[in-house]
């Protein structure tokens, strides 16, 4: 009695206030509350993937400008796939791609995830010059392709030397279309050169207009040294390193010039460097070969050469003259 007492003393409304104070939670708080642990149960399992996404997305440019080309575009495609209707995703890994001049993969992403999006006026603007340029790659590419099945068909003895020079004139005639990609052409036209000095000429011209064609910079650094530009050589050589940290045909490069420069450990470094990452590379092995005969380590060199033999069979005949002391580093490696 002496609750109601007190109870009636403060007024009729304070005995319902208490009464709802006193009351379960209503259903719909719970399972308010149970819901919002789930999600965030969920948000902070999803967090470290996520957020490992994010940094790969901000951080390409930055290790493509550390070296680490081939790195972050295989990442961020990587990314681009588990997320395939992320517009700028898709666009930077496009940017990227063509300003490496991943041409393929850029081609692949316009087509395999871009296709049927909407997008701003800036990114279509962009997306647009780089189909052009694309158009381009892909319309000399078919011209080669065509070029060179004939020429696959060829006997040895029909792929004469005027075959070659007929292949040569073709490629010639196209660099007056614009339509075509002329940096291109002049790599290939590198490559069916008669002359050591005729390929440098090709391959710069090649360069100069597309730095990022293909190993264009490997190819010129190595066309360079050939024809006695040794530090020219090694710029070239170094700028195509600084792109891609893991390019064995630079390192294998740069092993051959430390192995003319006298310096027969850095070469073995830059040679085995090479061979770690790409055994099969073009005269990577040779390469290792020579730089181990250089350095004197017999039995690593009878390993190499059982190897050689092995996958790509007999040696090349001036590489056998330099084992045998018959000529030297520079008139292995150097053209007169």
Excluded at 93 to 120: H, P, Q, R, T, W
Excluded at 256 to 275: F, K, N, R, T
């Amino acid at each position: 009695m002496e609750t109601n007492d007190r109870y009636d003393s403060l007024g009729p409304g304070f005995e319902q206030e208490t009464h709802r104070k006193n009351s379960p939670v209503p259903i719909w708080v719970l399972l308010f509350l149970v819901i919002s642990l789930l999600l965030t149960g969920v948000s902070m399992v999803r967090f470290p993937k996520v957020f490992g996404e994010y940094r790969i997305y901000v951080k390409a440019e930055q290790r493509m400008r550390e070296g680490e080309t081939s790195d972050a575009l295989n990442d961020l495609l990587g990314v681009v796939e588990t997320h395939p209707n992320s517009v700028p995703l898709i666009v930077k890994l496009i940017d990227l791609s063509m300003e490496a001049g991943y041409y393929d993969s850029a081609a692949y992403a316009l087509n395999e995830f871009l296709a049927g999006k909407e997008l701003n006026d800036t990114q279509y603007a962009r997306m647009m010059r780089h189909t052009e340029r694309l158009e381009a790659y892909f319309l000399t590419y078919d011209v080669l392709d065509n070029l060179f099945a004939d020429m696959a068909e060829m006997t040895e003895e029909e792929a004469s030397q005027q075959q070659i020079e007929d292949i040569c004139e073709a490629l010639k005639s196209l660099l007056y279309d614009e339509n075509q990609d002329q940096a291109m052409l002049y790599y290939y036209l590198a490559t069916f050169s008669q002359s050591s000095e005729e390929y440098y000429t090709y391959i710069k011209q090649g360069y100069e207009l597309d730095p990022e064609l293909f190993d264009i910079r490997v190819q010129l650094g190595n066309a360079a040294r050939t024809n006695g530009y040794t530090e020219e050589a090694k710029e070239y050589l170094l700028e195509a390193l600084a792109k891609d940290k893991k390019d064995s045909g630079a390192l294998r490069g740069l092993a051959v010039l430390s192995l003319l420069a006298g310096d027969a450990e850095e070469g073995l470094e830059y040679a085995m460097e090479a061979y770690e990452l790409y055994p099969d590379g073009t005269y990577v092995r040779d390469t290792c070969l020579i730089a181990l005969h250089v350095n004197g380590k017999s039995e690593e060199e009878a390993a190499m050469l059982a190897e050689i033999q092995e996958i790509e069979g007999e040696l090349e005949e001036d590489t056998k003259q330099f084992l045998e002391d018959a000529c030297t580093l520079q008139e292995y490696y150097i053209r007169d």
